[in-house]
């Protein structure tokens, strides 16, 4: 589960990039990362793996991105 999304993740959006932390995140990597505390995971998560996102994305339908590392 998601505990925090820093002040700067939007910034990072439009490039496709969004790193996810373990509680907690390294230090000053909080403001750029969805920092979570790993509970709701069925499994670690995988590269290949799709997250979804409960947010429509723009003109419709879900956000979805694959895990690539």
């Given at each position: ?12 959006l439009p490039q496709g990039i969004l ?51």
């Open positions: 589960m998601v505990q925090e999304i820093g002040p700067l993740v939007e910034e990072f790193i996810f932390f373990d509680q907690p995140a390294p230090a000053g990597l909080g403001e750029v990362s969805p920092v979570h505390d790993g509970a709701g995971l069925p499994a670690p998560i995988a590269v290949g793996d799709l997250q979804r996102f409960s947010e429509p994305a723009p003109g419709g339908g879900r956000r979805r991105s694959p895990a690539t590392a």
